[in-house]
């Protein structure tokens, strides 16, 4: 019989709460507490499971096994890297840190232990469910345009670590190449970005959080078609001659993406997967790129 796992998770806001939420429902995994610097709001979600709120993120540490990251994006580093030191495979949500330094010394600190460690882009479930990743031809251009409508969440990181790096990691996921050029206008809160990459491909991504309304769309061009998303209204258009599965939001997956995730680093951690979703690595490759648009666009 397998060994339940004791899961922990750091940050008490709407993503700490979701994860919270994915871990007392996982078989084989027992939530064993919350941690954050806020007591009300930390009590008030362990009351909600039954748990211990925890004030110091190294009691969490002592009573678990695993661990989530779900704390403001400024913090993911140093919490995760505290998990890391006590012997915990992490899952952080995304952005993995704020810089390239500290998602190296993450990845360092993993390597070192034999840790898993993992990130929440969950767009890469969603493009399994709807078979992109399998597909055998490689894309000429890429057109993502995600936008939101004010919300005080995530103010502490741009738009380009909050909405942003979920495109910006789709389009690694479709490409080995590395990115030649980068171009990008536009402030924190609303931007517009371009890359090339060095086999021809071409990412042009706009993302806003101030917009009026939500917009959620994805376009691909293929040497043999191009595929269309409109991910809110849920229309969907496929010229190419690749069987993509137009129902994918109705797919175990494609419903609950996050679960997938977390299951997928539960998995790894057991040994029965032999990689999380998304690792350390391909985060910070999607830092990477996310930094150099924040850095085109001068902020």
């Known amino acids: 019989m397998e060994k339940v796992l004791k899961a922990g998770v750091v940050g008490s806001g709407v993503f700490g709460g979701f994860?919270?939420?994915?871990?007392?429902?996982?078989?084989?995994?027992?939530?064993?507490g919350i941690y954050d610097i806020h007591p009300e709001r930390c009590f008030a979600m362990a009351e909600q499971h039954g748990?211990?709120?925890?004030?110091?993120?190294?009691?969490?540490?002592?009573?678990?096994?695993?661990?989530?990251?779900?704390?403001?994006?400024?913090?993911?580093?140093?919490?995760?890297?505290?998990?890391?030191?006590?012997g915990k495979p992490v899952y952080v949500e995304k952005p993995l840190a704020t810089t390239l330094e500290?998602?190296?010394?993450?990845?360092?600190?993993?390597?070192?232990?034999?840790l898993v460690l993992a990130c929440g882009h969950q767009e890469r479930v969603v493009s399994?469910?709807?078979?992109?990743?399998?597909i055998p031809e490689k894309p000429l251009l890429l057109e993502a345009v995600r936008k939101g409508t004010p919300s005080i969440r995530s103010k502490d990181v741009s738009v380009v670590l909050d909405l942003m790096i979920h495109d910006i990691d789709l389009a690694l996921s479709l490409t080995?190449?590395?990115?030649?050029?980068?171009?990008?206008?536009?402030?924190?809160?609303?931007?517009?970005a371009e890359a090339t990459f060095a086999d021809g491909f071409t990412a042009i991504f706009t993302a806003a959080r101030n917009a009026a309304a939500r917009e959620r769309t994805m376009r691909?061009?293929?040497?043999?078609?191009?595929?269309?998303i409109d991910f809110v209204t849920r229309a969907f258009k496929n010229s190419t001659p690749f069987p993509l599965n137009e129902a994918f939001t109705e797919t175990p997956a494609g419903?609950?993406?996050?679960?997938?995730?977390?299951?997928?680093?539960?998995?790894?951690?057991?040994?029965?997967?032999?990689?999380?979703?998304?690792?350390?690595e391909e985060a910070a490759r999607a830092l990477d790129l996310a930094l150099a648009v924040e850095q085109a666009a001068g902020f």
């Open 128 to 134: 399994q469910a709807m078979g992109l990743l399998d």
């Open 255 to 280: 419903r609950d993406p996050l679960g997938t995730s977390v299951a997928g680093f539960v998995a790894a951690v057991r040994g029965l997967s032999p990689r999380s979703v998304v690792t350390g």
């Open 51 to 86: 748990v211990e709120a925890w004030g110091d993120l190294a009691d969490l540490l002592a009573v678990c096994d695993i661990v989530t990251v779900a704390s403001p994006a400024t913090t993911h580093a140093a919490a995760a890297l505290a998990c890391l030191k006590a």
């Open 102 to 114: 500290d998602a190296d010394a993450l990845i360092a600190e993993a390597a070192r232990r034999g």
């Open 19 to 32: 994860h919270a939420n994915k871990y007392a429902e996982m078989p084989g995994v027992e939530l064993a």
């Open 220 to 228: 691909i061009v293929y040497p043999s078609g191009v595929l269309e």
């Open 176 to 192: 080995d190449a590395e990115p030649l050029t980068v171009e990008a206008e536009g402030d924190g809160d609303a931007i517009r």
